[in-house]
C-alpha cells in the first residue's frame, strides 16, 4: 500500500483496536476481583455464623451438665441466639443467586424451631426435670443445631459456585477481546506491508539504469520535472470495506444471498458454504451457501465434529485450515472457523480459484467473513433448523 494517508488510517485502526482492547481486559479484571472479593467477604462471615451456632449448641447443652449454673447459661444462650438470627439476614442481604437463598431461607426456619426447642427445655427446667429437658435438648435441639449449621455451608458453596461461574464467563470475554484484536491488528499490518518493487524504486531511479551521477544530474536538467502519479486505492481494499459495513448492517438473514456473492466475488471463490453446529459440538449443517444448485446442497449430508475433512478439523481445532489445490486439477480452499464466547460453532468453506488459497492477506480476508457471517446467521433462532439456503 502506497498511500500516505492510507498507511495513516489503518494504523490509527489498529492502536484503536488495541486500546479497546486493553481497555475491556482492565475492566473485566476489575470485576473478576470484585467478585472475588464479594465471595471471600460471604465466605468469612458464613464461617463466622458456623462458629457461633456450635457456640450455641454448647450453651444449651449446658443447661444440663454437672457443675453449670442455668442462670449463667440461659442468659448467654439467647445472645447467641441473637448473633446467629443476625448473622443469618447479613447472609441473606449479601447473597447473589437463589440457591444461597434458599439454603439461609431453610437456616432461619431452623432457629425458630430452636427457640421452640429452647423454651420447652426451660420449662421443664423450671418443673425441676433435668431428665426431660437433656432429652429435648440432645435430640431435638441437637439436630436443629445440626440442620442449621449443614443449611450456612450448603449457602456458602452456592455461592462460590455462582462467583467460579460468573469468572469463568468474564474470562472467556477477556479471550474473545484479545482474539478480535488480534485479528484486526494482523489484518492491518498485512495491508500495510509493501508491494513488490515498492522497496527498490528508490535504488532504480538513479544508478540502477546503468548511468552515473553526473550523467544522471544532466540528464536531470535536461527533462522537464514530471509529479510522481499517486497510486490509486486497492480495489480489494475498498471492496472489502464495503461488504464488512453492509454485513454489519444487515437485519435480515435473506438479505445474505447477495452478501454472500460479493464475499465469493471478493476471495475470487467458485462457491461459499456457512457451516453451523454449536459450542456443545453438534454436527455440522450447511445453512447457506453460494455458488451450488439445489440438488448439490440437498445431497450433502450433516458432518460430524470428528470427520476426516477440512470442515471438521477447523470446527474441532478453532484454526484456519487450507487445502491446496491438486495437480490433477483439483481446487484449493480455505475453512474459516466461526468462533463465539462460547467456543467454536462452525465454520466457513470457501472454494478457491487459481491456486490462491496460500495467499495471507485471501485467509485473513476469509477470517473476517466467517466472523461477521457467523454472528449474523448465529443470531436467527432457526439458523441450523433446516437446509441450506442456495444462491447461484
Excluded at 448492517?249 to 435473506?254: A, G, L, S, T, Y
Aim: proline share 4%.
Amino acid at each position: 500500500m502506497r498511500s500516505r494517508a492510507a498507511r495513516l488510517t489503518f494504523g490509527v485502526a489498529a492502536w484503536l483496536a488495541l486500546g479497546a482492547a486493553a481497555f475491556l481486559l482492565i475492566r473485566f479484571e476489575a470485576q473478576i476481583t470484585r467478585l472475588d472479593a464479594s465471595v471471600r467477604a460471604f465466605d468469612q462471615r458464613a464461617r463466622e455464623a458456623s462458629d457461633a451456632v456450635a457456640g450455641l449448641r454448647v450453651a444449651q447443652q449446658a443447661y444440663v451438665a454437672a457443675g453449670q449454673g442455668v442462670a449463667l447459661w440461659m442468659p448467654k444462650v439467647a445472645a447467641t441466639r441473637e448473633t446467629v438470627d443476625a448473622s443469618l439476614s447479613a447472609l441473606r442481604q449479601s447473597a447473589t443467586v437463589a440457591g444461597t437463598r434458599e439454603a439461609l431461607d431453610n437456616a432461619v426456619t431452623a432457629m425458630s424451631e430452636f427457640a421452640g426447642i429452647d423454651k420447652r427445655a426451660r420449662d421443664y427446667l423450671r418443673s425441676e426435670e433435668p431428665l426431660m429437658a437433656a432429652d429435648v435438648i440432645f435430640t431435638e435441639g441437637g439436630a436443629v443445631v445440626a440442620s442449621t449449621a449443614s443449611q450456612i455451608e450448603a449457602a456458602r458453596v452456592a455461592e462460590h459456585v455462582a462467583s467460579d461461574a460468573g469468572q469463568a464467563v468474564l474470562r472467556k470475554q477477556q479471550a474473545l477481546a484479545l482474539g478480535v484484536s488480534a485479528l484486526l491488528t494482523a489484518l492491518v499490518v498485512l495491508l500495510l506491508v509493501p508491494v513488490q518493487g515498492e522497496a527498490s524504486a528508490g535504488a532504480d531511479s538513479g544508478t540502477g539504469l546503468g548511468l552515473d551521477r553526473s550523467a544522471a544530474a544532466a540528464g536531470s536538467a535536461r527533462a522537464p520535472a514530471v509529479d510522481a502519479p499517486k497510486a490509486p486505492p486497492s480495489p480489494e481494499l475498498k471492496t472489502a470495506a464495503a461488504l464488512v459495513t453492509d454485513l454489519g448492517r444487515v437485519r435480515d438473514p435473506q438479505d445474505l444471498s447477495s452478501l454472500l456473492a460479493r464475499g465469493a466475488d471478493l476471495l475470487d471463490a467458485s462457491g461459499l458454504i456457512v457451516w453451523m453446529g454449536n459450542a456443545a459440538g453438534a454436527d455440522l449443517r450447511p445453512v447457506l451457501a453460494h455458488g451450488y444448485t439445489p440438488r448439490v446442497l440437498a445431497r450433502i449430508p450433516p458432518v460430524p465434529r470428528s470427520a476426516n475433512n477440512a470442515a471438521a478439523a477447523a470446527y474441532r481445532s478453532g484454526t484456519l485450515q487450507v487445502v491446496l489445490a491438486h495437480a490433477g486439477g483439483g481446487a484449493g480452499a480455505v475453512v474459516a472457523p466461526i468462533l463465539s464466547v462460547d467456543g467454536c460453532i462452525g465454520a466457513l468453506s470457501a472454494e478457491i480459484r487459481g491456486g490462491a488459497e496460500t495467499s495471507e492477506s485471501l485467509q485473513a480476508m476469509a477470517t473476517i467473513l466467517a466472523a461477521l457471517l457467523g454472528n449474523v446467521v448465529a443470531a436467527e433462532p432457526d439458523a441450523g433448523a433446516g437446509r441450506a439456503a442456495a444462491t447461484s
